[in-house]
């Protein structure tokens, strides 16, 4: 006999409809996640390979530069004398200084070839990174939109409690620790932004841009709440306001959360680390960790991702982006380097997260 599946569970249709919905929600958030966290580890390999490479790199870039320079000024010199006395100048050690001449300038065009090779190379690499970068947390901040999603993120990423024997929630923590951090971080700067002011030039100036008469627009909610501590009543931003706190506010803060510990990533890191990476350091290997996690990261962000390189329409328009690109790197080199001082708004905005991660 076929049994009536209302009557069996004793619920109503619109009830099974609405537990229906619940697995699908979740699946979805969990998809995007696990999305997210190879999108992830695909920058930190790239970042590993940028640490073994830009040493040799930058060093052959300055020995380029230094050369097409010395071959000009020696052409230059020669070119202004045979100006100035209508004949080329005797060159010691050379018998022609015609000759001597060609092959300076056939030396400085190899040279100028072999270093725009090389920048040009470096520049494709550091406009991959930057758009990985951007869409990486351009894809965090469209997970965190909303109190709901934003507690499914953390329980979904969240790291675990490793025990002394075994290494797996070592490595799992290790891997997503920074996508933890900076969830926690962007949650931080908007419970802040909503209840106090902030002291550091650029948050001041880009949130009085957005919020000129100090409204209460919350990133986190879907209607309007109030908070019966502070007695202010926080409404919902509006997409024109969202998209550019978004873009000048929330992406440099998740950036620099994000990339805060990459230099860990690096074979000076990894020299330090040992066969064991999750061993218990002593004070001089911590202090010289540190001091190379800081060093690499910001060389990461200045060389290994930079200030892109895009399609100009205009003078102002270059002037414009470039501006606003070194304003945004320099925050986020900022803020790293904060890290450093105690109580210091910028250094709290990552330290607090980074001590609860």
Known sequence: MLIDSKSKNNKPSWAEDKLSQIPTMVSDISRKI?????????????????????PQDYRRLTVLKHKVNTYQDQI????????????????????????YMARLVAQQTNSDNELRALEDKLRVQSNKRYEHLDHLTDYMLNLLNGERTFSQFLGTIALSTPSPKEKVRHIRNERYKPIYITALTIALFEELRLKSAFET?????????????????????????????????????????????RENVLKPIAKAALLQSIGMHSPEANQVLGDDRYRKLSQSERTKLLAIIEKKTADYLKLGVGIPTIKYTSKEHKDTFVTHERRQLAFMLKMLESLKAERHELGDLLRIPMTYA
């Open 201 to 245: 030039p650029f948050l001041k100036e880009e949130l009085n841009k957005l919020f000129p008469q100090g409204e209460r627009f919350s990133l986190m909610v879907d209607k309007g709440i109030s908070d019966d501590a502070s007695n202010h009543t926080f409404k919902p931003m509006p997409a024109d306001i969202k998209m550019a706190y």
């Open 76 to 99: 230059e010199y020669i070119e202004n004398y045979r100006k100035e006395k209508g004949k080329y100048p005797s060159i010691k050690g050379q018998p022609s200084a015609q000759r």
């Open 34 to 54: 696990s999305e997210y966290r190879q999108s992830y580890r695909e920058l930190v390999r790239d970042a590993e390979v940028f640490f073994e490479e830009y």
